[in-house]
C-alpha cells in the first residue's frame, strides 16, 4: 500500500496524504465526507490482516481503545473493513512525532529544555497511569509513538503551548484478556523493551510501559539513549544482564540528580 491510493475514496473517506508506514500498518490523512474534519486513517499490512489471530486482536485493541478518553491519548474514532483491507480512523495530530523533533535538535547539538522535558514526562505518566487503570498496556513506548499537538496557549504557567499524545496502541494488550501473538512479531522495540518483554514473560503489567517512559526520559533529558544495541540478540543480552547506563548527569551536568535517581528507578531491571 502506498501513494497510489491518495486521491481514493474508501467508504466515507477520502485519502488525501500519505503520512507514514509503521511495522504493522500504513497510516494516510484522509476527510471524513460524513462529518467534514480530518482523520488519520491505518491500514493493517496485509500479511497481518489475514491471520484470523490478527484480527481478533485488532477487533479489541479498537473497542478497547475507542473507550479511552483522556486528553494525551489518540481518539479512536471508527474500525472497518474495506477492498484496501482493514483499518483504524483516529485523530489525526497535526504536530510531528517527538522522534522528529528530537532528531532536528540533536542534529545540531541541542537539548529540549528541561521543562519540556519535564512537562513531555507527565503527560506521558498520566496517560499511561489512565490506561494502566482500566487494564490496558501499550507495549511499545517510544518518541515514535509520541506526537507533539500544537495548542494555542501552554497548558500550565511556564509550559510549552504543545501536548504530547500517545498514538498506536497496535500492539496493546488487554490485561485479563486472551493472550494473543504473532509469529515473528517483536512485541515493542528493542532499545526501549523492559527486561521482562525480553524474556518473553507470558503476563507483562504497567510497569513494563513505565521502563520504557524511563528510557524515552533518559533521551530527552540527554539527546542519547540509555543503550545502543546492533540486534535484537544484544539488546536482550544487555536488558538481562542488568547493565544500566551512565547517570544522566554525565551527559548533561544541568540535570538535577532527583531526577537521575527517577530515571535509575524507571529503569530497574527488577519490576
Known sequence: MNSDLIGKQIGHYQLEALL?????????RARD??????????????????????RARLTKEAQTVARLD????VKIFDFGDSTEG??????????????????????????LPLQQSLQIGVQMADALDYAHQRGLIHRDVKPGNIILKKLDRPPEEGDAPFRAILTDFG???VLEGERLTLTGTTLGTPVYMSPEQCEGVEVVDGRSDLYALGVV???????????RFKNLTE?????????????????????PAVLDALLQKAMAKDR
Open 20 to 28: 507514514g508506514d509503521g511495522g504493522m500498518g500504513t497510516v494516510f
Open 33 to 54: 465526507l460524513n462529518l467534514g474534519r480530518t482523520v488519520a486513517i491505518k491500514f493493517m499490512h496485509a500479511q497481518f490482516a489475514r491471520l484470523p489471530e490478527f
Open 70 to 73: 483522556h486528553p494525551s491519548i
Open 86 to 111: 482493514l483499518y483504524i480512523a483516529m485523530e489525526h495530530i497535526d504536530g510531528g512525532s517527538l522522534r522528529a523533533h528530537l532528531g532536528r535538535l540533536q542534529a545540531r547539538g541541542i537539548f
Open 171 to 173: 500492539l496493546v494488550k
Open 217 to 227: 526520559l533518559y533521551e530527552l533529558l540527554t539527546n542519547a539513549t540509555p543503550f
Open 235 to 255: 539488546a536482550v543480552t544487555t536488558h538481562l544482564k542488568g547493565i544500566m547506563p551512565p547517570p544522566a548527569r554525565d551527559l548533561r551536568p544541568d540535570i
